[in-house]
């Protein structure tokens, strides 16, 4: 690997792991939230939530279940509306982008595993709505064809992320979204050992599949504005980015009451 491609690689890899636990972190907090305020008296985990109070209605349980997804669509179509509008071409560039792409997957994620996992956020509300088998089934498979969609968007946007300095422009694709999926992966389902969060264990199917849509998509892109060359040398926020993430993650699995 050239040597202006390790800090490329590594500032990659600490963004999509920050960006990946804020994601999660931040869909949890939004299901605390929706439920401290219709009194579930929830108590707030890093992969979780609990109401301690039992007698929520339907319609509570309901909006606390939607509360997460429905931040994560928030965060995702709110930052990709940034990212497309934005000129930041460097490393807050890149987090914004991660965390958006994160927060879609998550979003339609969790929809196209809802007929799977009856006790997830989706799960719940289907049950709750009814909604007939071949009805879950029919809206995961257009989740999927959606997330494909949208994602396949983002591959010029990485694309024009990639400094002009970083060639081949193959390689500096794979330092973007192939070598922090593999090497992020790894560090993601360390944190949650021994008991792998569904999430994290869906990001390791699913991330080939979307990821390498666009990293195709940005491939096939025309070379537009070079991205921040800034990407190329070694920063340290990145780093503390990922570090911090980590550690509000452990102290979030010991539990806080809301």
């Avoid at 939004?30 to 305020?37: D, K």
């Avoid at 985990?45 to 349980?61: D, M, P, R």
Wanted: aromatic letters at 10%; proline letters at 7%; a positive charge.
């Amino acid at each position: 690997m050239p040597t202006a491609s390790r800090p490329l690689l590594v500032n990659a890899i600490c963004l999509y792991v920050a960006a990946f636990l804020a994601t999660i972190i931040t869909h949890e907090v939004a299901h605390a939230v929706v439920s401290a305020g219709l009194g579930g008296r929830p108590i707030l985990y890093n992969t979780y939530v609990t109401n301690t109070n039992k007698n929520l209605s339907g319609l509570a349980q309901g909006l606390v279940a939607a509360a997460g997804p429905l931040w994560s669509l928030v965060q995702g179509m709110g930052l990709l509306g940034w990212a497309r509008r934005s000129q930041a071409r460097g490393l807050g560039g890149l987090l914004g982008l991660f965390a958006s792409v994160f927060g879609i997957i998550n979003f339609f994620g969790y929809l196209m595993i809802a007929p799977l996992v009856p006790g997830g956020d989706t799960g719940q509300l289907v049950a709750l709505l009814h909604v007939p088998a071949w009805g879950q089934w029919a809206g995961a498979v257009a989740a999927a064809l959606v997330l494909l969609w949208v994602i396949a968007g983002t591959g010029p946007l990485f694309r024009r992320l990639v400094p002009a300095e970083a060639l081949p422009a193959l390689a500096a694709m794979r330092s973007l979204l192939l070598w922090p999926w593999l090497v992020g992966s790894a560090v993601l389902v360390a944190l949650v050992l021994p008991v792998p969060y569904p999430s994290i264990v869906a990001n390791l199917v699913m991330s080939p599949m979307v990821l390498g849509r666009a990293f195709r998509t940005g491939m096939q892109a025309a070379a537009g504005p070079a991205g921040d060359s800034g990407l190329l040398h070694w920063q340290w926020w990145p780093v503390l980015a990922a570090l911090f993430g980590a550690v509000g993650f452990w102290l979030l699995g010991q539990g806080v009451a809301l």
